[in-house]
């Protein structure tokens, strides 16, 4: 009988610290709250300019209702819907704090289809085909979701390119009620002759994605060749074969002190070869510091062969972002130059210029706006381009990339 008594006064003092321990983990979300608010008030340039003050602080008491019963991943969702209604692109809920799950295959939209661009070495015959459910669930409904949870959107481009890369996260996905399983879901693709394939993927922590094997494919031209002794995999300038003109290939932005003398060493080469046109290509910047694209727009200037009537391309796409928009805006003022390609992601007239903070105990990301630039008259949809190309998907499966060539076939030899 003593022995039963000390076992049950064992196993209520380990419940006790089991369950105190479970309290523990949960996260205090009533600080996270007031410092997100709080933080929001005094750092954002205008956090009230499409969602009023009310509809805000109502929508922060209302999550803090939610956090009371509700697990952590469901009070971030619940907590992206509410920034995402703040109205920027740079006003977001980051989840790079969080070691979240993924599914290795990445997706694109083309030509109305989401297109699966890489995948698992052993997963290839999935490579090019579109993504059509997601455990049983039509793609039109799973996009439905995640599209009001998705971050960092300023206009119907973005939108876009922000929800495809949220198509494989794992806790999004389950807790928006899409998957049935974290850990594992059932994905239905089609190909195109329209067979479809059903493939059970694993989801995996983000640093073990980084050890799988991958398949993927590039778009390219043939008359342009990435030199080998380049100092950025961002950025780099070729001669185009057989064409008086040169390439730029700017994804993002090194230091101030290196975009002189990338400048210079340009402007060296152009002067050499008397290179009568430039193509700036901006299709894959998501952002940086604009200010060190002015630098680049300065050194080309200083290049008296360029034809500066006519030479001058600047290409951009849904995923030209921030810094990448301001600069084509920019680039299109300061050398004249025709914008070739689809429309940017971000807006040249709006809130920019990130800042960020952490919630205490969330650890989350919180970014915002610290400045509106005007680059333009007319708020618009992205910035338009002069002349709107689309890839075309039978081009772009073979590894052609129609915007460049056409740029390409407008240049005389």
């Given at each position: ?177 899409i998957i049935k399983n974290k ?180 650890k989350l990301v919180i970014t ?46």
């Amino acid at each position: 009988m003593k022995n039963h008594k000390i076992t049950k006064i064992y196993f209520l003092i380990c419940f006790s610290v089991f369950f105190q321990t479970i309290n523990a983990q949960k996260t205090d979300w009533q600080a996270d709250l007031k410092t997100y608010s709080s933080q929001l008030e005094a750092k954002h340039i205008d956090l009230y300019h499409k969602i009023s003050k009310q509809d805000f602080q109502k929508s922060v008491e209302r999550i803090q209702n939610i956090a009371k019963s509700e697990d952590d991943f469901k009070t971030i969702i619940e907590l992206m819907k509410l920034t995402k209604k703040i109205g920027d692109g740079h006003t977001a809920v980051s989840l790079r704090n969080l070691n979240v799950h993924q599914f290795p295959f990445d997706v694109q939209r083309i030509e109305n289809k989401w297109r699966v661009v890489k995948t698992l070495s052993s997963k290839e015959n999935i490579l090019k085909t579109s993504l059509i459910k997601v455990d049983g669930v039509p793609i039109s409904e799973v996009i439905a979701k995640v599209s009001q949870v998705a971050q960092f959107v300023e206009n119907e481009h973005s939108q876009t390119v922000r929800t495809a890369s949220n198509l494989n996260i794992s806790e999004l996905l389950y807790h928006l009620n899409i998957i049935k399983n974290k850990k594992t879901a059932l994905f239905t693709f089609l190909d195109d002759d329209n067979n479809e394939i059903e493939v059970e993927l694993s989801a995996f922590k983000n640093n073990e994605l980084q050890q799988l094997n991958y398949v993927t494919f590039k778009v390219g031209v043939p008359e342009i060749t990435k030199p080998k002794n380049s100092k950025f995999d961002f950025l780099w300038f070729s001669s185009i074969k057989n064409k008086n003109a040169i390439y730029i290939n700017f994804e993002s932005y090194p230091s101030f002190n290196d975009m002189q003398v990338f400048g210079e060493n340009l402007v060296k080469y152009i002067a050499e070869n008397n290179t009568k046109n430039i193509v700036i290509d901006l299709r894959k910047n998501g952002g940086g510091d604009l200010y060190i694209g002015v630098i680049l727009a300065y050194a080309l200037n200083l290049a008296d062969s360029v034809d500066w009537k006519n030479g001058v391309y600047v290409l951009t796409s849904n995923v030209t972002f921030s810094a990448g928009t301001s600069n084509a805006a920019l680039f299109k003022q300061m050398l004249n130059a025709k914008i070739v390609g689809q429309p940017t992601g971000s807006n040249p007239t709006g809130y920019q210029d990130m800042g960020q903070f952490n919630l205490p105990n969330s650890k989350l990301v919180i970014t915002y706006s610290k400045r509106k630039f005007r680059l333009s008259e007319k708020i618009t949809q992205g910035i338009q381009p002069d002349i709107l190309l689309y890839p075309k998907w039978s081009n772009y499966a073979l590894g052609k990339d129609d915007v460049l060539s056409f740029v390409i076939d407008n240049f005389e030899n």
